[in-house]
């Protein structure tokens, strides 16, 4: 009973806090939060790309790619001279003429950025892409059919995972006289696919034991159908996640065989133009422009990729999402001398 | 018991199809190497000479007595006769690479696991702070910066603009290594850039990788209780969630110790290093297909080992595989 007459006075003293400080409106809360409302047009995305919208470094990450990749697109149009002859002497400062200055043989090197762009970008994206189709297709049928399917795919992709990539790439070019960019890029994917393949393996086991997937196959849908129209939506984060992340490893690992001289020097790509750079020793001689314009643009995707990679992470995982607000609401709870060990 | 049986009867399996790979690709190449040294010394060879190189490469006999015996050298660690450097064994040159490769790499990798570690730890149980919003974009981008730029550019600046360091090669070149003061000196201060050009780009990785293990276990109810249960904060953070996120670390560090030999391809040619990278960089060069089959062998062998150290490692650390079967 002595509880009882204790919990009165609690009560009171709630109120008496809440009469002398009334509580605050949710718009006053979101406000001290720093939470601002979704725009209206936002809601007629599903919700996995809300949050990606949401997210300033996954929105900032797609505007550089955007905008690298339009550069790209637009390379004979824009660029000055020919990527691929002499425009002018050797080793010209930038300026006026030349916007970034000429390399060692007298190249345009804004020429040649735009020219290495478009090809970079594209044996990235191919790389990448394919390397995730491949891993989805063997991902999915050896989670979802099981059995002895299942083993041979798992064998198949342990393989992949235990088979050193990059040497493999390495020897493998070395086979063909001079690789072309399209050959990298399809070395490359036919490297890389192995974690993809496991973790979308992995997802396929857990969407399989769900009731929606079991009503499905009790209603007589056919095989296909439920891998295409039940499973594979609901794993669209992790395949788009995937994705990015073999692209990365194709523009880095494109750029790093070409730097090192197992491409063909005579394309042009961020690549051979940093394995140019080298070969011509300009750092030495002082032509900075010749390394840096590739150098910054390798850079500067790359982040743009991670960047993109941090937003589908939070669409993933919903503890990450949670994580990037929990700074505030901590310091939001301290304001308040309430407890902050739950979090 | 039955998990590792079962793992290392799959290790078995991947060494044979990695091994059997190595063995067909230079005879699916154009023109094996005895051709190609015939061709070097524009055909002043009798035709029994070229019998004795081909006997000398395993070239002579069918493809399965070939086979047979290419296995049986394998098991002698025999990696045969080096095409470049004609009399010399290929394996001089590939334990004296591999030996600088270990140093540099090695030491590189933990570095960057610890590195990572520290910072992922820190960073999940402070998210959402300033070092967290900050610092782990940041860490993760440069882990995209490839490192042919980080390396050029460490090169650049530390070693010609300011010339704090040496240009590259693993030690003074008057200096003969040997265990004393001297050559550990020289040998370190030479490593220095190398070193930092690898683990500026990986240790954004462990600290990411480890970072979001730790924010996932954060919720879970085992944590949940501990602070319930008053545990200090330090014990919290190190022996409950950080203990059960290392796992998955370990596993990752088990892997990369075996790409170990692989060797820091970018890293061995900006500075010069004699490491397992820039010696297989030579030999596809110059087309030595004797080195470069024995280089993948070595490091196929050692990422399975690695594979196979890192499951014992998990059946150690991770109770619930010792009764199941492990899934």
């Known amino acids: ?343 | 018991m039955a998990f590792l049986a079962r793992r290392l009867g799959f290790y078995f399996a991947a060494f044979m199809v990695a091994i059997t790979l190595n063995f067909f690709l230079p005879r699916w190449m154009p023109g094996d190497p005895t051709t190609r040294i015939f061709m070097a010394l524009r055909g002043k060879m009798r035709p029994d000479q070229m019998e004795m190189l081909k006997k000398a490469y395993g070239y002579d006999g069918s493809l399965l007595e070939q086979y047979g015996q290419y296995l049986w050298k394998l098991l002698h660690l025999d990696f045969g006769i080096s095409t470049v450097n004609f009399p010399e064994p290929t394996s001089s040159l590939l334990f004296y690479a591999a030996g600088w490769t270990l140093f540099l790499v090695g030491v590189a990798t933990f570095l960057s696991f610890g590195i990572g570690l520290v910072m992922g730890i820190y960073s999940a149980w402070h998210r959402g702070g300033f070092f967290d919003s900050v610092f782990t974009p940041i860490n993760v981008m440069m882990n995209a910066f490839t490192p042919a730029v980080v390396a050029l550019l460490l090169w650049y600046a530390f070693a010609l603009e300011w010339a704090v360091f040496p240009l590259g090669r693993a030690h003074d070149i008057n200096l003969v290594p040997g265990w004393n003061w001297e050559s550990a000196v020289s040998i370190s201060w030479h490593a220095v850039l190398p070193v930092l050009s690898i683990v500026l780009v990986n240790f954004g990785s462990w600290h990411l990788g480890m970072r979001n293990t730790m924010i996932n276990l954060l919720n879970e109810d085992f944590v949940v209780l501990a602070k319930a249960k008053g545990l200090s904060d330090r014990r919290v953070r190190y022996r409950y969630v950080a203990r059960n996120a290392i796992l998955p670390q370990i596993t990752s560090l088990a892997l990369s110790v075996g790409f170990v030999f692989g060797g820091a391809f970018i890293s061995e040619v900006v500075f010069n290093y004699p490491g397992l990278g820039k010696f297989t960089l030579n030999a596809i060069e110059s087309r030595d297909y004797t080195f470069i089959q024995a280089q993948l062998t070595l490091l196929t062998c050692s990422v399975l080992i690695a594979n196979l150290i890192s499951d014992v490692l998990n059946v150690i650390f991770d109770p619930r595989l010792r009764t199941s079967g492990g899934h």
Request: aromatic residues 10%.
């Open chain 1, 1 to 343: 009973m002595s509880e009882l007459t204790e919990i009165g006075p609690f009560i009171a003293s709630l109120s008496q806090g809440a009469q002398g400080n009334p509580a605050p409106t949710l718009d006053e809360l979101m406000g001290e939060l720093k939470i601002k409302r979704r725009p209206g047009f936002l809601r007629k995305f599903p919700s996995g790309v809300q949050t990606f919208l949401t997210n300033g470094k996954g929105v900032a990450g797609l505007i550089i790619l955007t905008v690298f990749v339009v550069m790209a697109a637009l390379a004979p149009l824009l660029s000055p001279f020919d990527p691929y002859r002499r425009a002018g002497k050797p080793h010209v400062q930038p300026g006026v003429e030349h916007f970034l200055g000429t390399s060692r043989q007298g190249k345009d090197i804004f020429s040649q950025l735009l020219e290495g762009g478009r090809t970079s970008l594209t044996v990235g994206f191919i790389a990448g892409i394919s390397a995730t189709l491949i891993g989805l297709g063997v991902g999915i049928s050896a989670g979802y059919f099981g059995g002895k399917v299942d083993e041979v795919l798992t064998f198949f992709v342990n393989v992949a995972l235990v088979l050193p990539a990059l040497p493999l790439i390495i020897v493998l070019a070395s086979f063909v006289e001079e690789a072309s960019p399209t050959i990298i890029g399809l070395v490359l994917a036919f490297t890389g696919w192995g974690w993809s393949a496991r973790t979308i393996r992995t997802q396929t086991l857990s969407i399989k034991s769900r009731e929606f997937v079991l009503a499905a196959e009790l209603m007589g849908e056919k095989k296909w159908r439920i891998i295409v129209r039940e499973i594979l939506p609901n794993m669209s984060s992790f395949v788009v996640g995937g994705a990015v992340l073999a692209t990365i490893y194709g523009i880095l690992a494109e750029a790093a065989l070409e730097f090192i001289g197992l491409g063909s020097p005579s394309s042009v790509t961020w690549g051979t133009m940093l394995y140019w750079a080298q070969r011509s020793q300009s750092l030495q001689t002082g032509a900075w422009w010749e390394v840096w314009p590739p150098a910054v643009a390798i850079m500067v995707t790359g982040a743009a990729l991670v960047l993109i990679n941090f937003g589908v992470d939070e669409i993933t995982s919903p503890q990450l999402r949670a994580a990037r607000l929990s700074g505030r609401i901590k310091k939001f709870l301290k304001r308040r001398g309430r407890s902050v060990d739950v979090f």
